[in-house]
């Protein structure tokens, strides 16, 4: 008897306890100050006002060959203004692309320019895709004119860069299809410019 007592008490104590964790939570959620929950804000839509940033540009002369003579013709374009080794790649990149007035492309259009470096003493290091050499149509007057269309259109337009140096993916190589040794740099050549 007195155990079944025990375990009523046990069990009142219990339903109490219960009870009273009950109106406790009750009391903790209900009597706080009421806030609303509110939607959440549409983000006012931004109009798209970019900034027009105007693109610098700058006007360079490029050499092109010619089929009816053995001269290098000049021709204007408009390049984006920045460092010189970025300006010096898109000037190769023109000169890839070819004559807007019919002249020869000095360069194979598959070939791609990879990095151009310049060094303290104004020596460019102008690294070529191996399309320049593979693509390259042979003969050394082909090969003269390409070295020169790259050589007088960067130093004519870029003062820090005073010699030109050819590299293909990366090396040194003898030459671009067997005529002209390219293991040193090259300077401008002027007199092979047409007037």
Do not use: C
């Not at 820090?160 to 300077?187: C, D, M, W, Y």
Request: aromatic content about 10%.
């Amino acid at each position: 008897m007195k155990r079944r007592r025990q375990k009523s008490i046990k069990f009142f104590l219990f339903i109490l306890l219960l009870i009273i964790a009950s109106l406790l939570a009750l009391y903790f959620f209900f009597s706080g100050p009421k806030e609303k929950v509110k939607a959440a804000e549409k983000p006012e839509r931004l109009e798209a006002e970019f900034e027009k940033t105007e693109v610098m540009t700058r006007q360079v002369t490029l050499y092109f060959p010619s089929e009816n003579d053995d001269w290098l013709h000049p021709e204007s374009r408009e390049i984006r203004v920045g460092t010189p080794e970025k300006e010096a790649e898109e000037i190769i990149q023109e000169l890839i692309a070819g004559s807007k007035k019919g002249y020869l492309s000095p360069l194979p259009p598959q070939a791609r320019i990879r990095q151009v470096f310049i060094t303290n003493d104004g020596t460019a290091y102008v690294d070529f895709s191996r399309e320049i050499m593979e693509k390259h149509p042979s003969g050394s007057a082909a090969e003269l004119t390409t070295i020169y269309a790259v050589v007088n259109s960067l130093i004519s337009n870029i003062p820090a860069i005073k010699q030109v140096f050819f590299l293909i993916e990366g090396s040194e190589r003898e030459t671009l299809s067997g005529h002209i040794n390219l293991n040193r740099p090259f300077v401008a050549l002027p007199s092979i410019i047409a007037r």
